[in-house]
């Protein structure tokens, strides 16, 4: 049965298609702003009108969805300027849908864009005078992150991407509860139809960092800032761990849910494939798509048939949509349209 491709392609299990991938694309103010993430070649912080133009070079060749991050010029305390409807991405979503009417518009939903420490949700000082056990809980001196003072910020946020028309709103910040926050201001706000695609077992590691160069959304060092996300990231060695967090999502009111990163988590993927039944998402992330490209440029690998390869058995694990910064290079070649 493996004799020609006719036969191979006979009794091939999984495919990969344009529909299955998603593109994600940074926002930032401006006019005719076009800035090369160096991490990440082919990859650009882009001005809304230079935004539009990039997916609609993207729908050409086949893509179907994108994902918007914003990278505003405003940055404080409590990252304000996430819930503002004249942002970045409120007013990407309103040009994408005016311009690219085919196109499914996803948004982020979380604070580390907006907030000036860079964390994923407003800080607070730990309760004072509380007994704290050695080795518990965040080092004396330190702040930690608030989660339900965190939700209600949230929920104005993904509430406001829906007022601009998102299609998909995905909370990235990995609070607890905050599925449940957002289903229920959006339906308050009379947008029971928008969809929640829940970051749902993100795990806290290094391959997100050329993300953070491209969305400018590092935690940065001060006194008393927590240095890492893994007070409210997943811990890379836990699989039950994550089955628990989808499954409280699922209840929460999520739509599909998602793994990050990918190709090193397929084990976790292929685990939520067998017992969950919602639409599965995986993010390939900055770190491995910089990889491919590192490896490619030195000529020690082929970046095409790695790229496809790679797309492909994210699919086989068990995921049924791909976030990928390939997204319209595998595109393209998959429809056989240059870019
Ligand atoms: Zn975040």
């Known amino acids: 049965m493996r004799r020609t491709e006719a036969l191979r392609s006979l009794v091939r299990e999984t495919h990969l ?21 160096k991490s990440m070649p082919g990859v650009f912080q882009l001005s809304v009108d230079e935004l539009v133009e990039e997916a609609q070079a993207g729908f050409e060749a086949g893509v179907r969805s994108v994902i918007l991050f914003g990278i505003p010029l405003h940055k404080d305390a409590t990252g304000s300027g996430a819930w503002d409807e004249e942002g ?43 007994p704290r056990k050695a080795g518990q809980g965040a080092p004396e001196g330190e702040l930690s992150v608030d989660n339900d003072a965190t939700l209600a910020l949230l929920a104005k946020e993904a509430v406001a991407h829906a007022r601009a028309g998102a299609d998909i709103v995905a909370p990235s910040d990995m609070m607890d509860g905050r599925v449940a926050a957002i289903r229920k201001a959006l339906d308050e706000d009379d947008y029971q139809d928008v969809p929640i695609l829940s970051y749902a077992a993100k795990f806290a590691g290094a391959f997100y960092g050329p993300f953070r160069d491209a969305a400018e959304s590092a935690p940065v060092e ?23 967090e989808v499954a409280l999502d699922v209840q929460e009111g999520a739509d599909l849910v998602m793994v ?8 976790i993927l292929r685990v939520l494939r067998d017992r969950f039944e919602l639409p599965l998402a995986a993010y390939h992330v900055s770190g491995e798509y910089a990889m491919i490209k590192a490896a490619a440029e030195r000529g020690w690998i082929d970046e095409a048939r790695v790229m496809m390869e790679t797309l492909l058995c994210i699919r086989r694990a068990g995921a049924d949509l791909v976030l990928t910064y390939f997204a319209r290079d595998a595109a393209a070649l998959l429809t056989g349209r240059r870019r």
């Open 222 to 244: 001060g006194p008393g800032i927590p240095r890492d996300r893994k007070g409210y990231q997943m811990d890379p060695a836990n699989w039950r761990e994550a089955v628990r």
């Open 260 to 267: 990050k990163p990918a190709v090193p988590y397929l084990d």
């Open 17 to 37: 298609a344009p529909d299955d991938l998603v593109w994600p694309l940074f926002v930032r103010p401006g006019k005719k702003v076009r800035n090369p993430v």
């Open 88 to 130: 970045e991405v409120p007013q990407a979503v309103r040009a994408l849908k005016r311009s690219v009417p085919g196109m499914v518009v996803m948004t982020d939903v979380c604070m580390c864009e907006y907030t000036d420490h860079g964390h994923c949700g407003v800080l607070k000082v730990p309760q004072a005078g509380r």
